[in-house]
């Protein structure tokens, strides 16, 4: 890794149902382009892959191999010659591959054949920036090792990927503790517009909006949180929590997003628009 760019981490598909020992899951923030860029250089689904926040990397590989990059679209190029986003690409021994800032979405994946095999902890290859399990954020210089390839990439042409909105409609499942607000708190949570704020990272999307208003004031214990979960601080401003969120809070959980928008919210830069749409 010659830069290693903004936030970029290790990322697989995560560490999943460990939550009753307080492990998080992690892994990619949009499972979806982690799994496309994948399958583009002939890769397991569940391969580990880099995220990048924003693009903005440059990487030199010891010897010839294929990478794709997927999610955030960025523009690309192999020793300055410009090459195509979103489909496999064939590279000799010490190129340099440098992948330009996003000019659309957030986060950029980046896959190479035979996927990072760094020493898996607790069945994954994830880093989590909040509890430090799982390899260290990527640094400058940092060698990263590569597996064999498990297989030829695919012979294809376009790999069909809509670019991330501007504006996006997420579906929610009200509850578990929507008692704990007034019901015009509800309310104005599925018909309000929100924002993704500044304040956001692989723990959680922080929203600007309309507060929501409490119907009871009582400190809540502690309980169990889920991915999506959205969760309302005591100022009223909602929250939704990524990968690598905590996995108890104390804080009441209005609802939860649909598993199948989870990957939406991932691509939302900080001023996008945002609404809840109940199911």
Do not use: K
Not at 9 to 38: E, F, K, M, W, Y
Not at 70 to 97: F, H, M
Not at 263 to 279: C, E, H, K, N, Y
Request: proline share 11%.
């Amino acid at each position: 890794m010659v830069r290693a760019g903004l936030r970029t981490t290790i990322q697989d598909l995560g560490r999943v149902g460990l939550a009753h020992i307080g492990v998080p899951r992690a892994g990619a923030l949009d499972a979806a382009s982690l799994r496309l860029a994948n399958r583009l250089v002939g890769n397991p689904e569940d391969a580990a892959g880099l995220e990048a926040t924003l693009g903005g990397c440059v990487l030199q590989p010891s010897h010839a191999m294929t990478f794709a990059v997927t999610g955030a679209r960025c523009a690309l190029s192999v020793d300055g010659r410009p090459r195509e986003w979103g489909l496999p690409v064939d590279v000799p021994a010490a190129a340099t591959i440098t992948i330009g800032s996003a000019s659309a979405g957030l986060r950029a994946y980046i896959a190479v054949g035979g996927g990072v095999v760094v020493p898996p902890v607790l069945g994954s290859r994830s880093t989590d920036t909040l509890s430090g399990i799982g390899p260290a954020p990527i640094r400058d210089g940092d060698v990263l090792p590569v597996g064999p390839p498990a297989g030829p990439p695919p012979g294809v042409d376009v790999a069909p990927y809509a670019l991330p909105p501007t504006e996006m409609t997420v579906r929610v499942w009200v509850g578990p503790r929507d008692d704990w607000f007034t019901p015009e708190a509800v309310h104005t949570l599925c018909t309000s517009t929100y924002a993704i704020s500044t304040m956001t990272d692989r723990v959680a999307a922080r929203l600007v909006g309309p507060p929501l208003t409490r119907a009871f004031t009582d400190e809540l214990p502690s309980e169990g949180l889920v991915l999506g979960a959205v969760q309302v601080p005591t100022d009223g401003q909602p929250l939704r929590f990524l990968a690598d969120h905590p996995t108890t809070g104390g804080y009441p959980v209005i609802a939860v997003v649909d598993p199948d928008d989870l990957d939406s919210i991932a691509q939302a830069r900080p001023g996008t628009s945002l609404r809840f749409r109940p199911m």
